[in-house]
């Protein structure tokens, strides 16, 4: 979880002080607070730190429009801090108040001030959408409508909490683009809630987050599906118990294109019909098609889908599609009305491997190779998730 930056600041320099004398027993406590009381241009990115000299902090109450702002008291109780950035352009009031035994209590009362920004960033697409209901292989994928080169500061940024603990990772596929996994497959039926607690995060020179953004989704059963290319089988599995088997036909691998690929895949989307035309064909070239498929679940971003095809006399016996997986009509209409997005589904029994960013085919990647594309990976940053409260 990233917590506001750190910054060693000289408070008694900062607040005119040129010296200070030890505290007798009958002197209060001092609260310092930076950035100091009445700040017009405070930085958003370095958040806000109340300390407490000769006493512990009782209290503090940071408040932005009336919303309280989450912060943390250290293990001595000595300093606060927030736990994420500040909002640019915003005003901020505290409250804090030191104690020590035999010494009057000391409040400290004020407000702060954030600069304003030029530059912004901010979310610009999530998946998967709000309150949507997925499979317990689907990933988190965060697009930002702007690129930032300190990846690190916008990961620290990041939350996922779950109903239960799970350890988990960003990776990065682009400057725009970052995508969470966890280790393992999510637990079934629980809820995961998402946080950018992008406002004030500095991204790069002169960019600053604009807004936070907030989305939860709800993991489903577990339904995973196996297809054995080369018995021409298909089984999906619910929550333990087989659900349906199918008869399948697969790609006749007379080309790269018309390979199924083998590995873990996720459903994607789907659609009834879908529109399919032969890759890399023009109409009146050998093997051109152009069809309307029902009943297609996505499986990849190279074509791949799991359709219906009324080829019967292939399904369970014989690989002759162009690299889809196609089953009997009535067979493919089940697993499309009950499939999810982020079921996994895994191909076995051809010679081409699913590639990694080949749609979401993130868990083709072993957990410590995933981890390798966290920006934080070596800081110390604590992957595992922890409860909702």
Not at 143 to 158: G, K, M, N, W, Y
Not at 212 to 217: E, G, I, K, Q, V
Not at 303 to 319: F, L, T
Request: with cysteine; hydrophobic share 40%; aromatic share 8%.
């Amino acid at each position: 979880m990233r917590r506001a930056a750190m910054f060693c600041v000289a408070f008694l320099l900062v607040c005119g002080c040129t010296s200070v004398t030890a505290a007798t027993p009958s002197a209060p406590p001092v609260v310092r607070v930076w950035p100091p009381f009445d700040t017009k241009r405070a930085r958003p990115d370095r958040g806000l730190v109340v300390r407490a000299q000769g006493g512990t902090l009782s209290q503090v109450l940071v408040y932005q429009a009336g919303e309280p702002v989450p912060g943390r008291l250290d293990g001595s109780r000595t300093t606060w801090r927030t736990d994420w950035t500040l909002k640019p352009a915003t005003e901020y009031t505290v409250t804090a108040t030191a104690t020590r035994e035999g010494a009057p209590a000391t409040v400290a009362m004020g407000r702060v001030r954030t600069r304003a920004v030029d530059t912004t960033f901010q979310v610009a697409r999530i998946t998967p959408l709000p309150g949507e209901t997925v499979g317990v292989g689907m990933p988190v994928i965060i697009d930002f409508d702007t690129p930032v080169s300190d990846r690190a500061a916008v990961e620290e940024a990041l939350e996922v909490r779950a109903s239960a603990p799970v350890e988990g990772a960003w990776r990065w596929l682009s400057d725009t683009r970052v995508a969470y996994r966890p280790r393992r497959f999510w637990t079934p039926r629980q809820q995961v809630t998402v946080t950018a607690h992008l406002a004030g995060v500095r991204a790069g020179d002169g960019l600053y987050g604009a807004t936070d953004t907030t989305f939860a989704f709800t993991v489903g059963r577990r339904q995973t599906s196996t297809i054995d290319t080369r018995t021409h089988q298909m089984v999906v599995t619910r929550d333990g118990r087989v659900a349906q088997r199918l008869a399948i036909s697969a790609g006749m691998a007379t080309t790269v294109e018309y390979t199924t690929t083998s590995g873990w895949h996720l459903t994607m989307d789907k659609g009834n019909p879908v529109r399919m035309i032969s890759p890399g064909r023009e109409e009146g070239d050998p093997g051109y098609y152009d069809l309307m498929i029902d009943h297609a679940v996505r499986i990849s971003d190279s074509g791949e889908y799991v359709h219906a095809k009324d080829n019967v006399w292939a399904q369970g016996r014989a690989n002759v599609s162009h690299g889809c997986v196609n089953a009997r009509p009535d067979q493919a209409a089940w697993f499309y009305a009950t499939s999810l997005r982020g079921d996994p589904v895994l191909i076995t029994g051809t010679d081409r491997p699913l590639e990694w960013h080949n749609g979401w085919g993130f868990w083709q990647l072993p957990w410590e190779k995933w981890r390798q594309g966290s920006a934080l990976l070596g800081k110390g940053a604590d992957n595992v998730l922890v409860p909702r409260g």
